[in-house]
């Protein structure tokens, strides 16, 4: 990594162990990596910033990478690696506050219908999603109805009840919790160690 990179970039998890606060979720999708049951359409819900978007991402590594027998997706990986730098060609990611017309998730359901081209599975990422349209939902819904094969969707949202029933129903839901000020002091002082900054206590307690 390069010295002038920004930090909640260099710091963003990378497995699922990384992702601080939210082991109820984090166990499960490794135990359904494992046992290769895995869904085909997930929403995860929960505040912002507290590790959606970075689980979504590590599970799609899990999915297309060799991983540990416990389910971690190896770190070294040509995959991980390509999903960690954004040029891995399976993972699409769609930012719902920008693309929510009918038009964006017809693009999205034409795209579904070609199978992965260098992992074990497509996996489509749609964040912000309550901000779709009625129409938009209509059209993915029909995605989630009948899903093609090995095709993962993640939709995350800070607003679950914005959705409509029938996409939630569709869905295997994870409510990721706010954080603790434990877990983010324990984070901050993992990153410190790391970046060999001193501080003290009282101040971590204040970013907190």
């Given at each position: ?17 990384e ?6 979720i ?22 912002r ?21 416990d ?9 991980s690696?390509a999903?960690?730098?954004g040029?891995?060609l399976?993972l699409?990611e769609?930012?719902?506050a ?7 998730i ?18 489509y ?8 349209t ?6 993915l819904?029909?995605t989630l109805?009948?899903p093609?094969p ?5 939709l ?18 994870f ?15 993992e ?10 206590p ?7």
């Amino acid at each position: 990594m390069t010295n002038n990179q920004v930090f909640y970039r260099k710091w963003r998890p990378t497995r699922f162990d990384e992702v601080a606060g939210q082991d109820h979720i984090t166990k499960t999708l490794k135990r359904a990596v494992v046992s290769d049951r895995v869904a085909h359409a997930y929403l995860f819900n929960g505040p912002r910033g507290v590790g959606k978007t970075s689980t979504a991402r590590i599970l799609a590594k899990a999915l297309n990478a060799d991983t540990t027998p416990d389910g971690e997706p190896i770190a070294d990986s040509d995959v991980s690696r390509a999903i960690d730098n954004g040029s891995f060609l399976d993972l699409i990611e769609i930012d719902a506050a920008s693309n929510r017309r009918i038009d964006d998730i017809r693009d999205i359901r034409e795209n579904t219908k070609f199978q992965a081209t260098s992992g074990g599975y497509k996996v489509y990422i749609i964040d912000e999603v309550h901000n779709l349209t009625t129409e938009a939902f209509n059209a993915l819904l029909k995605t989630l109805e009948e899903p093609p094969p090995n095709i993962v969707m993640i939709l995350a949202t800070t607003e679950a009840s914005s959705l409509p029933l029938t996409v939630v129903s569709r869905c295997q839901r994870f409510d990721f919790k706010r954080l603790s000020n434990e877990d983010v002091i324990n984070r901050l002082i993992e990153i410190c160690d790391a970046e060999e900054i001193e501080t003290e206590p009282a101040v971590l307690e204040m970013i907190a």
